[in-house]
């Protein structure tokens, strides 16, 4: 079975400063899609970033992006210029590429931002 | 925008009370998924559907029961509610085709159970 962890429970930073949430996963197949997705306090779960396996190039979506280490089954993401908007509890998560949609998450990363 | 709603934002029930847990979607989602979610345990799926009337076990189904009988519309059954299902529960939807593959999740409903 495909496993997930974060092992950062709590992170903060600095306003305007770079953060990094650490996860890894443990998985026997080759093609999946990696996401991390941002749940602020009492609002929805919304998606942050995708990265599918067989790609090589790091996704990017504005001041998020991630470090894809699929040999190492690792995937990190950075926050740029880090706002007071980006406090939120951060999953990343695990699906395959083929058959059940489902997803596999990690415990989560509560990040704070220090103004 | 896909729109996913759920029909309580926060719920307190009895133990052994029957608990009926709503969830609809207004993109004619093929997918839909209940989970968990737990403090340091994150999110866990409790069951899924891929279809009207089909559904799959996830990874922690004992105690619930689901019912899909309208494409839109996925419920979650606690049939005798207990004090260790107090929880956060999250509803999601997701397209089966499409390029993106991304779950769209509900508020979530806070139960506690009493």
């Known amino acids: 079975a495909q496993t997930v962890t974060q092992s950062q429970p709590e992170m903060s930073v600095q306003e305007a400063e770079t953060v990094t949430l650490s996860c890894t996963y443990d998985t026997s197949e080759s093609d999946y899609y990696l996401f991390w997705y941002k749940q602020p306090p009492s609002r929805q779960m919304i998606l942050v970033i995708r990265?599918?396996?067989?790609?090589?190039q790091n996704a990017t979506e504005n001041r998020f992006s991630v470090n894809f280490q699929k040999a190492a089954k690792s995937f990190s993401l950075k926050i740029s210029d880090s706002q007071l908007g980006d406090a939120a509890m951060y999953f990343c998560?695990?699906?395959?590429?083929?058959?059940?949609?489902?997803?596999?998450f990690g415990q989560g990363t509560r990040l704070t931002i220090n103004p | 925008d896909v729109k996913v709603t759920q029909s309580s934002r926060y719920l307190v029930k009895r133990t052994g009370e029957k608990v009926f847990l709503e969830c609809v979607q207004d993109m004619d989602h093929e997918n839909m998924f209940w989970y968990r979610q737990d403090p340091g345990l994150g999110l866990r799926l409790i069951y899924f559907?891929?279809?009207?009337?089909?559904?799959e076990k996830g990874d922690i189904p004992e105690g619930y029961s689901v019912s899909r009988e309208k494409k839109e519309r996925f419920s979650l059954i606690l049939e005798s509610a207990s004090t260790n299902q107090t929880s956060m529960y999250l509803c999601?939807?997701?397209?089966?085709?499409?390029?993106?593959?991304?779950?769209?999740f509900g508020p979530g409903t806070r139960l506690t159970v009493t």
């Open positions: 999601a939807s997701s397209s089966t085709g499409g390029a993106t593959y991304e779950q769209y």
């Open positions: 990265q599918e396996a067989y790609k090589q």
């Open positions: 559907s891929y279809d009207v009337k089909m559904k």
């Open positions: 998560a695990y699906r395959r590429a083929q058959g059940a949609q489902k997803l596999v």
